[in-house]
């Protein structure tokens, strides 16, 4: 098939990506796949706490920081990002955001999905992304859903697609979450753009070295020690015709 | 007590009562339970694609379609069948539900209820169904709740029941949904009309030898290697006054 | 500093607080700290069987007595107490729950929040509560998130507050809810508090017995043998300055 | 069949089986069944402080003292016992002891298995104990292995036995030991021949007490509210012709 | 590097590889890989049941019988064979065998080790071996300890092997021994091959259709629903360069 | 009591406690604790690669360096050092090493045991530490067996002790290990002790960098965020007077 292979991350907040799978993004994107990144808020509210003490700050102006910046990490790193403006802190999602979603699922024929962990106790926005990117997932396969312009039952509806891998990329405290890494991606060779996007978050400074040591361990454990990886947990089976080694 | 036994089986859409708890179904209906199945959906946007490769298909047609199969199977195994009419892909419950649910139960006084396991990360719409199941439980034994005709706090309220025992049955792939079969029901006396059941469903034609097959695969491991055989989950301790062998 | 500490018990209906904190709450009443307890119902409906069996009763009456029992209780064990009015079996939260849960874990910027285990089959309405208790913690983290007293950002927000420790109280069926107490607090000195407190709930009598048995149990493996403990489990790793013994 | 139906008892030490399953045993030989107990140790290094505070003591006296309690708990209770005189703190087992309890459980063509938790960190002996129950089970169904005195295949070896079922009776604490009661058996009628049997271990004097609080516990979350019950967890699938309520 | 790839697999009793591994062997020595298969024991004495029903069968006789299969089905799917001579029910493992283990992991530089799980509560053999295949895979890696023919610390120890990727194979109930496949192996091109080399086992004529019917349920819900899939778990992350779809 | 408290390390090889609790034994020493570490061999075989590459290196002599090495960095860190001579990869633990913890254990009547975590796929030697710290642990409080200088039973044996917490120091990839960590030690004040310790062991050179990553990483999750901490699981409950917040 000649389609070109398509990610999709869908997180709570506008930081999120970058920390967690901008390694992940840069590579794909380099390797031909089509990127795009849902932010399902800008997490204004719960994690911008820098922005707040500008003076003056109000909340309006942090969202449209938090979305420039967030625009800017995702053109360094070359992938379409899409703001579904939901609010922070606490996260609520709704049948049009469901829409929006199996669109661009459908639209990207997606083969990967990116979100958070399922359980993350110290932030329940994450849990709700995770759950929003399960029933994305699960809406784009269903036949009867429309939503999406590639139209596959064509007298009626969207075309579905398959089910995509669906990813947890890692949470903040990998234990709290029931992380359990799975796949180790190599990000070398785009660290880079990982560590340029991470720059243009500037709003939440605490998080640049945390997740660059992060890189740094997770490369440590890798086979072949590559200078930076991100880890990765699959939720599905993944079919194969050789066992990886 | 000469009250009739009672089974209450509570699936997301209209084919899941068939596929994994048909021999239940059957086998207690011959044993003289009573048995009712709640469909919180039709399924027809998520799990019908066979109708929508028909020309003219609509929305409301699938439903209806639906809903005679399910009406058909039903009938073969003996049991009643109530239908809440959601909305699948995503699957989303209500008070009115849960009000139904809680009627149902105490009318029949149920003695144990079947569901979809919690976790289902593949079909969302399964764990919002077994929650609801759940929540229709906690609630019937609420006796400061109305509901049901079966009145108990006759000044007030409906005749609440005891806490039945809770199964999940044998969800499509049991190691991705946790489940740990504890019971294994053995189904080769009323294996016909399971199979007559799944008949009744011609629109999702993959699932009839996967089931065929799984029943045969849980018979084996079944001690004195029934034919066929169906796997279960208690939630909930059973209180007993001999070990079970 | 010399703020007082405080705790604040999150739980979904009335009575929960009492079995399964009350030694808590008095002992940390009695050390100095500020202790508030949330109510999110009034278990009404599906935790005062007792009440309805008297004739003439009324949800109403059923809720205002459950109400007075309440606070009789808390000023036993020396808590504030704060009822949200949520309703029971099943109960549902919203934003301005959420908001008046913010103001107040700011008012007192709790250090310890006490609610149930995030999975409880047998009684959603505590899962329900446990998750709001979490919800409520990282609202009140979010610094662009307005609510409480205690204004931080001045010019726009209230004061957040840092990461409280959260515990689970013990749940009836510890098992069920995969309770695994890490923590064992010694009651024995308040205990005459606590069992006054229960004798205030008399619309469930069974419980009182129940939860000194359950004390006792606690206390007989707790170090030094205790003649009563009540058990916890931490949701977040605890930062020490020398290993506890 | 008109076999007897049996059950196997197999303990680390020779208090372990009256404080865990004295009600199961007592009421199954009430019923009718064979009743055996393995004690692997005497227990006498680890749990019998009790007698070391007597001057004088030596290691053998300790170990017939413990033997004299346990043989007469077991006569209280209607159970034969065999002594595999091991030592404990720490346990060891061994090629031989393993054939012993393959001719017993042979012998006896058992149906039940009571035995330790496989989790129990703060008790390695039990481990080791529930360890060598599963090995003594595989071996007992093993038609090459020889063993028993019910010969199977006559020309070579013992007949083996089908697949008993497995519990795991309760432990110290449940939850350090992952147990997960799905089974709790009414011991009411049987509770004075196992308060009997306590009796009979004055060399374990804290745990009178504590077992029989426990038992009060299992029994007022027990379906029915028995007075006494044993809490246990299956190992493995039960089948049955009906699904128990 | 021009290296043979090579998968080593490492089970309890003869019969096991061909179970549950027969198709990754196939379909990898097609692939070009060098695959040796361990069988720690005949399993003649718990797995040969068949076997002595037949008049005069000796224990030594069954052994050699079963070797003969085992060699007979490596010889169909193109495995080099080791036995290593154990007793099964119960396996015990030692030194020696572990010296011979790490000899041939070294010898092929062995990219994957096929094993058991390493909980099997039905089959402690199978617990026994997996732990087996661990302690060989880390002791091959161990520089200072000698063993195998190409030699790497040249004036005193063999040379060492990476850290190869381990999988469990599919255990005879998934469920019971917490076997959560994360890689489905499309073997239909070699299912005729396994199926040839199952044949080779008329000792234990019940596994046949099992595994067959195992087989065809694993590729029902792998990704392009081959014919016959194998499910695998890893036990360790693998690292990649690309995410897997 | 004015006991100095004790601490405990016991480890697999000589390298272990440095990278993983170097920081709690520094500390601990400095708060007045007594701290003795327990290497149960010398990982000479399988973590001292770098030796080997020497030209000329013997076993014997790797041995001694390793030692020697261990003996530094226990003298930097001010703590006892206990070689028990086992052999690595594999490591097996005898009776005599028993008692000889045994005596340790109760000579300086522990109150916390530091050990790896029970799971370690990818080194069972780790586990086989862990087994063992819980045998020795059990072992000192039986008052029936002998060891350590400490008389209790002076008419026949040593002082027992009570029952210490036991904590899993954090292993190489926690989540490989089910490590949850639930206390983060700020080891700020003794980074330089650690660091220094950590300096002493030349022949594992790839694990400074990571192991001081890693005590970042665990310092930007704890309260306060201090540079440096150590992570901790505990494995049994603790008996407390006041909630740690």
Redesign the interface.
Known sequence: MDKK?S?VVIAAHTGDYVWRCAG?IA??AE?GWRVSVICLSYG???E??K???E?????PR?REMRKIEAEKAAKVLGADIHFFDGD???LHTDEAM?DRAVAILRDLQA??ILTHT?DD?????HEVAA?FA??AR??S?????SGGTAIG?P???GM?I??????SFEP?????CS????????ITSVWEKKWAAIQCIPSQP?MW??YR??A??RG?????R?KY?E??Q????????????
């Open positions: 292979k990610l992940a590579l794909h390797l204004e509210r719960g911008a706490a922005l707040f003490a003076p003056g700050m109000t909340q942090a922070d802190y606490c469901l083969d990967v399922r106790p110290g932030n329940i926005d759950r399960l029933e699960m809406s396969q269903a036949v009867g859903r039952a007298h009626l509806h579905t398959g089910a995509p891998q669906v990813y903040h405290q990998s234990e709290l992380f359990k890494p799975d796949t180790l991606l190599d605490l070295d945390y040591n992060m740094i361990q440590a454990v890798a086979r072949g590559p990886a880890a990765f699959r939720l599905f089976p993944s079919t194969v015709n050789e066992l990886p080694t």
